[in-house]
């Protein structure tokens, strides 16, 4: 049904990454959801009351909310589809991730709710009325939730969105709960086991689990979470790709919503090569990164002295002696500076993002390390992290 809705309705459905179509598959989603909780909720809220079931009750208001979350869905791709704007110069991407993070809070206020209802139960329990239909509409509810699953993490994975994976696995946990609800129905008919709170606590339990796990997601994105190493080593192996790179660095990758990636690097060319020549081909790159991931790349060219025999053993002696201290240190804009009296080694050290040596002890350690080779050696050196 999902499918054909988005082949009516959306037109250039399998070009993911443009910000229109993410808009049409997200609202459509956050719709059809709603549509489809809105029934579940009154259907169970029905039965629920009729059987005095508090897990059932539970359930249907879980649908509600979700329903809810639907709404908040669909505004959430309709805000971040908005152009950029003096005030966002870098366009609204991000309210897909705020909108998935109040789909978290409003899951994580529901299960608290569900709790302290259930512990009542649990302390005060109340007689169950057996039901037909109620089994038969919590069946139907788990059929339906586990359809809204598959077709929410399917467009999830297209549109890589993490408002619909937040959507996708609450569906997912709401078959769960259903299925728990509907075990504490059976086993009162059965065996006459009162366990409809119990059932009601733990279908809480299972929705504060997703509401966190989602919200940990979203908060991440919103903060800024390092990018997946396989872009990553694509994005270097693009750039070094063409001849005359002879290295990249400071490679950050900035993302204001999917779709919406800023790229940023340094890379070294050989010095010697025309200016022109060499700014022609960072022009020509930046252009590939473009098209290839849809961003806006931003490279700065670095011009390295290439062929240099005492600028070449130097730095196989700087990068022994980093080597030795942590086989993770890298090294970038190596260069040589002679004087009358001394000799300076100028150069940027790389040390892994979680890292807990203080920078300045390091470059006391890299200092008296180059020293030991030569008193006239001296370190002009920078210690930064990793952003990728």
Known sequence: MFGLLARIFIKDRKNYLDPTVREKYGMLSGVFGMILNIILFSG????????????????????????????????????????????????????????????????????????????????????????????????????????MFLYNRATAKKIDSAAMRAVASDSLSDCVATFTVLLSLLANKFFGWQ?????????????????????????????????????VDEILHTVTAHQGIIGVHDLMVHNYGAGRKFISLHAEVDSKVDAIVSHDKIDNIERELEQKYKCIAVIHMDPVLVGDKKTEELKEMVLKILSDMNENYTVHDFRIVDGRTHTNLIFDVVIPQDSKINPVMLKERIRAKIKEQSPDYHVVCQIEKSYV
């Open 44 to 147: 169970k809220l029905t039965v629920g009351v009729i059987c005095g079931s508090i897990a059932m009750t539970a359930d249907a208001l879980n649908n509600l909310t979700d329903a809810a979350s639907s709404v908040v869905t669909f505004i959430g791709f309709r805000l971040a589809a908005k152009p950029t704007d003096r005030e966002h110069p870098f366009g609204h991407g991000r309210m897909e991730y705020i909108a998935g993070l109040t789909v978290s809070i409003l899951i994580l206020t529901v299960a608290i709710e569900l709790a302290k209802s259930s512990i009542s139960g649990i302390i005060t329990p109340e007689p169950i009325v057996y039901s037909t239909i109620a089994v038969v509409v919590l069946a139907v509810s788990i059929v339906v939730k586990f359809y």
């Open 195 to 231: 366990i409809d709170a119990v059932c009601g606590l733990i279908v809480a339990v299972f929705i504060f689990f997703n509401g966190f796990s989602s919200a940990k997601e979203t908060i991440g994105l919103l903060l800024g979470t390092a990018p997946d190493k396989e872009l």
